[in-house]
C-alpha cells in the first residue's frame, strides 16, 4: 500500500471499531492488529488513538454538515427548510450509521467539545441566518433567532439519535411528524401529517401559509 492507501485502510478500521465500542473500548492494538500492521505504523499516521478519533469525527460532521446544508440551500419556505433539514439527517443515519453512531457517543476527555454538541452548534449555524431572514419579515426579534436554531436542531438531532436504533416508522414519517410538531406546536397537531416540499415523495403538496401572527 502506499501511504495514503494505508492511512485511509487505517481510519475505515478505526472508525467501524469506534462505533461498535466506542473511543474507551477501541486499542490501538486492535487497529493495528485488523490492519496486519504494527503499533508505530498507526502512531506514525496519527500519534495516537485521539488523533485517529479526531480525524475520523472531523469526516463525519463534515459529511453531515455538507448534506444538511446542501439541503437547505434550495428551501423557499421555512416549513420546506424544516422538512428538508430533518430527511437531510434521517438520510445520513440510514447511510452512513456507523459515523452518526460516532458523533452520539461520549467524546475522550482530551476532546474540549463533544462530537455531538459540537455537531449540533454547527448544524444550527446553519439554519441561523435563514431564521433571522424570516423573523426580521414577520417583524420579530431577530435577536432570538441563534435560540430558536437550536431549538429545532436539538429536537431534530435527538430524534435522529432514537431513530438510529428502532428505524421505525419509516424515515419521511419520522421527519413529517417532527416538521408538525415544529410548526404546528401540540395546540395545532395534524392528524395524519405528510411532507409537503419533496418531489422525490410523489410531488409537492401545497405548502400551507405562515402562521398568522396572534
Do not use: C
Request: proline residues 5%; without cysteine.
Amino acid at each position: 500500500m502506499t501511504g495514503k492507501q494505508r492511512r485511509e485502510q487505517l481510519l475505515d478500521i478505526s472508525r467501524s471499531l469506534f462505533a461498535e465500542r466506542g473511543f474507551d473500548g477501541t486499542s490501538i492494538e486492535e487497529i493495528a492488529a485488523r490492519a496486519r500492521v504494527s503499533k508505530p505504523v498507526v502512531y506514525e499516521h496519527f500519534g495516537g488513538k485521539e488523533g485517529i478519533y479526531a480525524v475520523v469525527v472531523d469526516r463525519e460532521m463534515e459529511r453531515l454538515l455538507n448534506s444538511i446544508t446542501t439541503a437547505l440551500e434550495s428551501a423557499s419556505h421555512p416549513r420546506v427548510l424544516l422538512e428538508r433539514a430533518a430527511l437531510a439527517l434521517l438520510d445520513y443515519i440510514e447511510a452512513s450509521t456507523d459515523g452518526f453512531r460516532i458523533l452520539v457517543r461520549d467524546s475522550p476527555v482530551t476532546q474540549p467539545i463533544g462530537g455531538f454538541s459540537s455537531l449540533i452548534s454547527d448544524a444550527a449555524s446553519q439554519v441561523e441566518y435563514l431564521l433571522a431572514a424570516e423573523f426580521a419579515a414577520r417583524g420579530l426579534d431577530t435577536e432570538h433567532a441563534p435560540m430558536y436554531a437550536q431549538m429545532l436542531v436539538g429536537m431534530v438531532a435527538l430524534t435522529g439519535q432514537w431513530w438510529l436504533d428502532v428505524r421505525s416508522p419509516d424515515k419521511s414519517e419520522v421527519a413529517a411528524h417532527l416538521v408538525n410538531l415544529a410548526w404546528n406546536g401540540f395546540a395545532g397537531l395534524e392528524p395524519a401529517p405528510g411532507l409537503n416540499g419533496l418531489e422525490r415523495l410523489g410531488g409537492p403538496r401545497d405548502v400551507p401559509a405562515l402562521p398568522a401572527d396572534e
